[in-house]
T-cell receptor
Framework: DVKVTQSSRYLVKRTGEKVFLECVQD?????MFWYRQDPGLGLRLIYF???????EKGDIPEGYSVSREKKERFSLILESASTNQTSMYLC????????????FGSGTRLTVV | SQQGEEDPQALSIQEGENATMNCSYK?????LQWYRQNSGRGLVHLIL?????REKHSGRLRVTLDTSKKSSSLLITASRAADTASYFC????????????FGKGTKLTVNP
């Protein structure tokens, strides 16, 4: 069964910590994405990668960075976590969009205290 | 960013009934997608309909697309309690963009 795996389901971090959220896919997808989901705001795109070492900012990249050193792995980095980054983080991957939809991971619920 | 908007925001029905959710979007697209999210989990891709298609079926799901009205609908027939979830439509940010913009979803509750 093909899947996208996010390393943690729940995470609690302190303000100012550097936080790494990891995402691995086993489908040889070119595209990978990080979204955050908040009540009333829906899903918002943080970053997108269309190839190894390639990245593109989404709608809300401030306070985040990403790394894609290998095709299967896309990491989201919170350089200095803040309480307003408390959220559900969703990773997804896809082939070029006309071929089908996104496959999502189960999500990481991050709480910054 | 362009965003699909689902309607209604919430829908409560009895098992066996049909559920219809609507999505409106703002600019030209080459495809529209529907996803389901069970509480606290990731989204699951349900169906993709291309701009040159008017209707598509997958099991108990029926999706229509009206590009002249910039709208789509998702119909779930003979609903089950297991269909309880939030349903989202998603459209490319621009034309053939790889990036999707998601609506805020319709929360469907199917009562046994």
């Amino acid at each position: 069964d093909v899947k996208v795996t996010q390393s943690s389901r729940y995470l609690v971090k302190r303000t100012g910590e550097k936080v790494f959220l990891e995402c691995v896919q086993d489908m040889d997808h070119e595209n990978m994405f990080w979204y955050r989901q908040d009540p009333g705001l829906g899903l918002r795109l943080i970053y997108f990668s269309y190839d190894v070492k390639m990245k593109e900012k989404g709608d809300i990249p401030e306070g985040y960075s990403v790394s894609r050193e290998k095709k299967e792995r896309f990491s989201l980095i919170l350089e200095s976590a803040s309480t307003n980054q408390t959220s559900m983080y969703l990773c997804a991957s896809s082939f070029p969009i006309g071929s089908g939809g996104y496959t999502f991971g189960s999500g990481t619920r991050l709480t910054v205290v | 960013s362009q965003q699909g908007e689902e309607d209604p925001q919430a829908l409560s029905i009895q098992e066996g009934e049909n559920a219809t959710m609507n999505c409106s979007y703002k600019t030209s697209i080459n495809n529209l997608q529907w996803y389901r999210q069970n509480s606290g989990r990731g989204l699951v891709h349900l169906i993709l309909i291309r701009s040159n298609e008017r209707e598509k079926h997958s099991g108990r799901l029926r999706v229509t697309l009206d590009t002249s009205k910039k709208s789509s609908s998702l119909l779930i027939t003979a609903s089950r309690a297991a269909d309880t979830a939030s349903y989202f439509c998603a459209t490319p940010t621009q034309g053939g963009s790889e990036k999707l913009v998601f609506g805020k979803g319709t929360k469907l509750t199917v009562n046994p």
